[in-house]
């Protein structure tokens, strides 16, 4: 286990949810956790009661996700874990982005791909781990056309969804492959189903699922947490494999489109295009 009063942890998606829950195990713990969110008034509530510092930026928007980046780059010399949290499942209509991207694929992926490589000199000098919260759902999506990242063509929410979540473990796969010698070590991972606000925008059986009487048999969040937490306190290498999907503590074999490499490649790029990385 590493001393965590040493360690400092940047965690998205942290005003609500398994980011909420895990933010303040590990605060409880001792290491010095930075929250972001995307409401104002909510991120600010858990910052208090946590007495961490706090964040904001709509994923949305790619020029909040920037100036996210550049705060948090000039704010931290050193950043040990950054755990690509923030996301969820979008209403059942498709919502294109300003930037061009359809909603579901920016928020819950390109956001998080810039936000990492406008950090990536901090986290390979602070040799950090880089966790991303994928889903099971990546399992059940296909990504036909790889660089496709505004889903013009038969669009479902759920399609959506699953496809970013996919999107996850692909960018932890090439992060891996490009950085690993320099540094950071990457895993994604499932959750569980977990009793959070998710599916509260989409709405139907999901939000039945999530908010109706059901709700009380799924993961709370403090158990959703456990493999985020798993991960930023032991040791890559040692104790789990960087490059890897994982879910409850143990590595999973993600859909076969993400063991191609290939694959992961052509989406780095199209997604360094997307955000106007060089
Ligand atoms: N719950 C599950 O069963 C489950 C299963 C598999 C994977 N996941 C994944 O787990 C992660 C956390 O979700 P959760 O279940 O904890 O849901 P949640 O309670 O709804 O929390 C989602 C977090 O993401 C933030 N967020 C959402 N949209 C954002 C945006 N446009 N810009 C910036 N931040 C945004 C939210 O910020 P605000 O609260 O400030 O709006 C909140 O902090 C997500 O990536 C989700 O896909 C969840």
């Excluded at 100036?67 to 923030?86: E, F, H, P, R, W």
């Excluded at 070590?185 to 939000?207: I, L, Y």
Aim: net charge positive.
């Amino acid at each position: 286990m590493i001393k965590l009063k040493e360690r400092t942890i940047v965690i998205t998606g942290a005003s609500d949810g398994i980011g909420r829950a895990a933010a303040t195990h590990l605060k409880s713990s001792g290491a010095n956790v930075i929250i972001t969110g995307r409401s104002r008034e909510k991120t600010k509530a858990v910052a208090e009661e946590l007495k961490v510092p706090y964040y904001i930026a709509d994923y949305s928007s790619l020029a909040e996700v920037r100036q996210l980046g550049s705060d948090l780059k000039g704010d931290y010399s050193t950043i040990d874990v950054l755990a690509n949290n923030a996301g969820g499942i979008m209403g059942s209509q498709r919502t294109v982005t300003d930037d061009g991207y359809d909603r579901a694929i920016q928020v819950n992926h390109l956001a998080g791909f810039l936000l990492t490589n406008i950090l990536l000199d901090t986290l390979c000098a602070s040799k950090a781990s880089v966790i991303n919260t994928s889903s099971a759902a990546q399992q059940f999506s296909g990504l036909t056309d790889l660089s496709d990242l505004k889903l013009d063509i038969g669009y479902s929410s759920m399609g959506a969804y699953g496809k970013s979540k996919l999107m996850n473990v692909l960018f932890t796969k090439e992060l891996h492959r490009r950085y690993n010698s320099l540094g950071i070590s990457a895993a994604a991972f499932h959750p569980g189903v977990v009793r959070t606000n998710f599916g509260e925008e989409f709405g139907g059986r999901t939000k039945l699922l999530y908010s109706g009487p059901i709700k009380y048999v799924l993961k709370t969040p403090e158990k959703g947490a456990d493999t985020l937490i798993w991960l930023a306190t032991s040791q890559p290498g040692k104790d789990w494999i960087p490059g890897e999907y994982y879910s409850k503590r143990h590595i999973k074999r993600p859909n076969r489109q993400a063991e191609d490499a290939e694959n992961a490649k052509i989406l780095w790029e199209a997604s360094s295009k997307a955000t106007g990385l060089p």
